[in-house]
């Protein structure tokens, strides 16, 4: 069972990752099964899904 530490450290990586559009980093981390809920219509589930959400909007500055 994950820790609130364990979570905290995986989304601050997660967040990390989106900054550096590191795409397929992300894909790594992510689970064959993840789905959107409330993201765009269609999205395949898991690191395809990542992929695609991210080929619709481009790279994000969190600065």
Known sequence: ???IEDNKRIACRWFE???QGNVEELC????PTWT???????LPVGP???RA????FG?????
């Open 1 to 3: 069972m994950s820790t």
């Open 17 to 19: 990752l989106v900054t």
């Open 28 to 31: 790594a981390m992510t689970a």
């Open 36 to 42: 959107m809920h409330g993201g765009p219509p269609s």
């Open 48 to 50: 395809d899904g990542i």
């Open 53 to 56: 959400l991210f080929a619709s």
């Open 59 to 63: 790279r994000i500055d969190q600065t």
